[in-house]
Each structure stands twice: as structure tokens, then as C-alpha cells.
């Protein structure tokens, strides 16, 4: 499993999270809300992973290992949280 609960009260996403760890990253979100979610080693994240950080709020420490989450997935992220789900651009 590529979710784990840290001893620094951090959520970790290591590897590739895919599908089967979206299931425990919510539920470590909702066991622990405001903790944390470290995605420094992170090489891929499936779209229920990406949807649950967006919804969840929570603080991503990052940038995450993977490039195309890094350039592309990290910066879509950050728009989305500074101003929220809106139609114009």
C-alpha cells in the first residue's frame, strides 16, 4: 500500500497510489483532519487520489517525485485550491 500514517502525524503517498489506496487515504483524512498529505515520493497518482486531495483540503507537502505530477498535476492543484472550483477562467 502506497498510503501510510507517519509518526509525525503526516500522511504519506509513496510509489504509485492507485485505486485500492484511495479507500485508506480517506479514511486517514477523515480519522485525522488537518494532517498533512506528503506527496515528495509519490511516482503516480490514480484520479480518485488527485479527487480526494482536491475535496479533502488538506495541506500537500510536496513537490511530488513523478514529473507529470510535478509540471502539471501539482500547479492544477494549487489553482484549484486558491480559487476554488469556478466556470471562468
Not at 509513496?14 to 485500492?20: K, R
Not at 487515504?25 to 498533512?36: D, E, Q, T
Not at 480518485?48 to 486531495?53: K, N, R, T
Request: glycine share 8%; hydrophobic share 45%.
Amino acid at each position: 500500500m502506497s498510503v501510510r500514517w507517519r509518526e509525525d502525524k503526516a500522511i504519506a503517498l509513496s510509489g504509485d497510489s492507485g485505486l485500492d489506496d484511495a479507500e485508506p487515504l480517506l479514511r486517514m483524512l477523515s480519522a485525522h483532519p488537518g494532517a498533512p498529505v506528503d506527496w515528495r515520493q509519490c511516482e503516480g497518482a490514480h484520479a480518485a487520489i488527485l479527487q480526494i486531495l482536491m475535496a479533502s483540503g488538506a495541506a500537500i507537502v510536496g513537490p511530488p517525485q513523478a514529473a507529470h505530477l510535478r509540471n502539471v498535476v501539482e500547479p492544477a492543484l494549487t489553482r484549484y485550491r486558491e480559487r476554488g472550483f469556478r466556470e471562468d477562467p
